[in-house]
């Protein structure tokens, strides 16, 4: 019996998705709808929400395609352990996908893109124990989050280009940009960052790997989630950069080309969880080609499309996963007979497949009729490609219906069990199946008020009128065209997958280029580390004391010619100057530690003089105590080191080195104060404590309210700093005398 707490809780994971599709649609008012709340106004940013016809496409399809999900995954994930967490996690990805898309600001859309990154890695590897989870989830994040970094720059490019942040302004700004010097790379930069989230080819392959999650997460990934991302944002900024000749070039050729190559990785699985991954893919090059060409045609095709993808795809997914219950396997030659066992999933797959193939009166059907009108518009190249991925489509659409489900069962196939006893394996996948007849059937007019005319309008685009049925024409000919050749490449699969297989062997796959990168990169850090944390203190003294003399040189020569400088100097700063000096030597030459030590505090207490002499008691106070404490440390620890003279000497080259390290510093330390004390004092932060010490610290001494109010992080990290020191050196010189004491100790009696 399940624990009560965890039946509240996944019932509160169900209708959280179905709260937030009613309230959508509820508090969505056609064109659109703005919701804001200040969030961080120093910096411009707003928590800002748009409802336009283009999110609530989006939003719709997350919060209800979720809710069906969730249902699903209830009965899926019964056996598993850690329901709980995997339906969390379900609904934190969720909600960071719905604020992804409803952001109308772009630091606030990049935060919760990163945030679906993280929770689908959570979700990708959930399975943790599994080393291909783990590796494929860190394969999509490293990915996923390379391109994320990427679309950083963008974001940030474009918002420094409009001078705001907001999604709503910069749209309104439109191809106004296009003659700013920062145009082109926050396009490419943007679109690295599309490309690898929605998988477009070179970075196709993470998706494939993310079929190592549970099937509810592939259902959920696949249809309307995280891999439509990348198409939202591409169509979110199509105003922006639509116009742009690179724009078109890019998404037009990376569109059709992942498309292309994508359906032939498909039509080789023979795992159906890897052909629907491969199928996506397909649908998601075809998406991006469409934004590319941008035309009315193309931006209606591509709003039918992302619906029509998301009943069929979530719902095939699903009834894929009955399949896995009922016989434990996905691989299709080990399938048969599957009908007798699964009679609802197989209604719920025939209907879902159609769509898929794009037979009337589907929706696929539908977003497959204006497609062509798209591409048709650009000539033949476009619609060809277009029509091959497409005839693909219908072979594996027949291969998943025909192979499990109609298929008389023989001796080689899977021992079968039913599963359907539990409605919710079949309910979610009928559901979406009727959606896929439902809407071109009876809501097609609700749906090109609702969502295709506004989000058209949106992205600059004049909507087109869509009808099911608009008489025999050349789109309805290479529908027809589409399904002979898929016919075709159906019955030819036995013979036509083991020559693919053979010819395609020889390239580089994604994975394997994907480790062989990585493998590079850990040897890069492998050797830099050698390189650089070797162990020796004195090497990383002189790394981090080479850089400080780089950069105080590299500022420090741009200035010229140096300001004048009052030399008012008093006898007491010339002395105290010589015994400065004198202690630095002493300290460079002495040649035991005792000597080095004193000379070294010598040092500090003639800088608590110079503070002294300069009015500035409270410091002079502090850097008393500072120098004592370290003084009596530096003692303490003498006692358990060689002695200095016990030491390797440098060789006379690394000597001179150091010296000339040492003398670039200090020249370039004495220029910098040089040139700040010639200007005169900002004194408007002086003020500021001055005024505010009382009121703010309740204190009267400047310098202890700015230690120990203003500045208190800095002061207790100061503190932590010197214990953690401490501890450090307590713990070496503990592991030294052990390690002296076992070298020490006979080894027959170790």
């Known amino acids: 019996m399940q624990n009560p707490t965890l039946k509240l809780w996944l019932a509160f994971c169900a209708l959280l998705p179905l709260g937030i599709f009613l309230l959508i649609s509820a508090s969505y008012q056609p064109p659109e709808s703005l919701l804001h709340w200040p969030w961080i106004p120093s910096l411009g940013i707003d928590f800002s929400l748009r409802l336009d016809g283009l999110s609530v496409l989006f939003a719709s399809l997350i919060s209800g395609v979720g809710f069906l999900v969730q249902l699903y995954a209830i009965a899926y994930m019964k056996p598993y352990k850690g329901r709980g967490a995997f339906h969390l996690y379900l609904t934190l990805f969720m909600l960071a996908m719905l604020g992804l898309v409803l952001a109308d600001n772009l630091l606030l859309l990049f935060v919760f893109w990163e945030l679906t990154t993280l929770t689908s890695y959570l979700l990708i590897g959930f399975n943790h124990e599994q080393e291909k989870s783990r590796k494929n989830a860190l394969q999509a994040m490293l990915v996923t989050g390379s391109g994320g970094l990427a679309l950083l720059a963008g974001l940030i490019m474009l918002g420094e280009m409009a001078g705001t942040y907001s999604l709503s302004a910069i749209i309104t700004q439109g191809a106004s940009l296009s003659q700013h010097a920062w145009f082109t790379p926050s396009l490419l930069l943007v679109l690295l960052g599309a490309f690898t989230k929605s998988a477009q080819f070179p970075f196709h392959f993470w998706l494939p790997g993310a079929m190592a999650a549970p099937t509810p997460v592939s259902a959920y990934l696949h249809s309307s989630t995280m891999v439509k991302a990348g198409v939202y944002l591409l169509a979110r900024l199509l105003p922006v950069y639509g116009d742009s000749t690179l724009w078109f070039t890019l998404l037009c050729s990376a569109g059709a080309f992942t498309a292309l ?255 062989s990168l990585l493998d590079a990169v850990v040897k890069l850090a492998n050797w830099q580390t050698r390189l650089l944390q070797h162990g020796q203190l004195t090497q990383y003294s002189l790394q981090f004391f080479l850089v400080l003399l780089a950069f105080l040189g590299t500022v420090l020569w741009q200035i010229h010619p140096l300001p004048p400088i009052d030399w008012d100097l008093k006898y007491y700063d010339i002395l105290l100057a010589l015994f400065l000096v004198i202690a630095a030597v002493v300290v460079v030459m002495a040649r035991t530690l005792l000597l080095a030590v004193t000379a070294l505090g010598t040092i500090g ?133 052990i390690n002296q004491m076992v070298s020490e100790t006979p080894k027959e009696h170790r």
């Open 261 to 515: 190559w994508c359906a032939l990785q498909a039509y080789r699985q023979t795992d159906l969880k890897l052909m629907l991954a491969f199928s996506t893919n397909v649908i998601l090059g075809q998406l991006v080609m469409l934004i590319g060409i941008g035309s009315s045609y193309a931006i209606t095709a591509a709003l039918l499309l992302i619906a029509a993808h998301s009943f069929y795809k979530a719902g095939l997914f699903m009834v894929v996963g009955n399949i896995d219950k009922a016989t434990g396997t996905r691989e299709y030659h080990e399938l048969a007979g599957l009908r007798a066992v699964l009679a609802i999933s197989f209604t719920a797959a025939l209907v879902t497949a159609a769509s898929k193939a794009g037979l009337p009166p589907s929706f696929g059907f539908l977003s497959k009729e204006y497609l062509y009108k798209a591409g048709l518009e650009f000539g033949w190249v476009l619609s060809g490609s277009m029509l091959l991925a497409n005839a693909i489509m219908v072979a594996l659409a027949l291969l998943i219906v025909i192979k499990p489900f109609l298929r008389p069962h023989h001796a080689k196939a899977a021992s079968m069990k039913a599963v359907e006893h539990n409605q919710l394996l079949w309910l979610p996948p009928i559901v979406l199946a009727l959606l896929s007849i439902i809407v071109p059937l009876a809501l097609l007019n609700w749906y090109q008020g609702l969502v295709i005319d506004p989000a058209a309008t949106v992205m600059l685009a004049t909507p087109k009128t869509v009808k099911l049925w608009e008489g025999l024409n050349l789109p309805l000919l290479l529908s027809a065209l589409t399904l002979l050749l898929g016919i075709l490449l159906y019955v030819g699969y036995p013979r036509l997958k083991p020559r693919l297989d053979q010819l395609m062997s020889g390239l580089p796959s994604g994975p394997a280029v994907y480790q």
């Open 605 to 737: 207490f003639l800088t608590t003089l110079v503070f002294l002499v300069y009015s500035a008691p409270d410091v002079a106070k502090t850097q008393l105590l500072v120098e004592t404490l370290l003084v009596v440390f530096i003692a303490i620890v003498l006692r358990h080191l060689s002695a200095a003279n016990t030491a390797p000497r440098h060789s006379a080259v690394r000597r001179l080195v150091h010296a000339g390290v040492a003398a670039g510093i200090g020249i370039s330390i004495t220029l910098a104060l040089w040139i700040i004390t010639a200007e005169p004092m900002n004194q408007a932060i002086s003020e500021f404590y001055a005024q505010t010490s009382v009121s703010g610290g309740r204190g009267r001494n400047i310098v202890n309210v700015i230690l120990v109010d203003f500045r208190a992080f800095d002061t207790l990290g100061e503190a932590v700093v010197v214990v953690i020191a401490g501890l450090a050196t307590v713990a070496v010189l503990a592991g030294k005398r």
